[in-house]
T-cell receptor
């Protein structure tokens, strides 16, 4: 199908621990985008990955695109309470984005 | 402010009411979208407009009727909704359907 699958669905971590969410597709992706949605908020674009094996960093966030361009991951180092929210990956269609199921992150102070 | 403004922020309507959701983008983008976000479900694409032309209708019931009078404005007209239509309705815009969608803050709709 067009949807990308994300795991885990939920993750609770102690503040300071690391966190990783994974995005998987059965088909090759032209690109993958990542979004963050805070509780009560709206999705906010974080980054786009295009190249096979690409790795991009934004402060404590590391984004990877698999060599086969069928999977991606978002890793947060030393989580903070401001990291709480749901993280979505999204695959680009011809005219639109299809969002993954999301991973809801809770950070325990 | 994200550059995409949605009104109202909250809406409660009866099943026999008619209401409209409004979205306006100030980013100069040429594509606009309506998404539905329900509890425990992924973001569901409803409609896509490119250069004011509807390019996708993702099997949405006819009780939802979109309107795009120009590339900056998008409406979602609602009538005879069902309680299961209660959700967060998000508008988004992008340039050429590509890099990074910008979402509005959404309209939280409750159908009673």
């Amino acid at each position: 199908g067009q949807q990308v699958m994300q795991i885990p669905q939920y993750q609770h971590v102690q503040e300071g621990e690391d966190f990783t969410t994974y995005c998987n597709s059965s088909t090759t992706l032209s690109n993958i985008q990542w979004y963050k949605q805070r509780p009560g908020g709206h999705p906010v674009f974080l980054i786009q990955l295009v190249k096979s094996g690409e790795v991009k960093k934004q402060k404590r966030l590391t984004f990877q695109f698999g060599e086969a361009k069928k999977n991606s991951s978002l890793h947060i180092t030393a989580t903070q309470t401001t990291d709480v929210g749901t993280y979505f990956c999204a695959r680009a269609g011809a005219n639109n984005l299809f969002f993954g199921t999301g991973t809801r992150l809770t950070v325990i102070p | 402010e994200t550059g995409v403004t949605q009104t109202p922020r909250h809406l409660v309507m009866g099943m026999t009411n008619k209401k409209s959701l409004k979205c306006e983008q100030h980013l100069g983008h040429n594509a606009m979208y309506w998404y539905k976000q329900s509890a425990k479900k992924p973001l569901e694409l409803m409609f896509v407009y490119n250069f004011k032309e509807q390019t996708e209708n993702n099997s949405v019931p006819s009780r939802f009727s979109p309107e795009c009078p120009n590339s900056s404005h998008l409406f979602l007209h609602l009538h005879t909704l069902q309680p299961e239509d209660s959700a967060l309705y998000l508008c988004a815009s992008s340039q050429d359907g590509g890099y990074g969608y910008t979402f509005g803050s959404g309209t939280r709709l409750t159908v009673v």
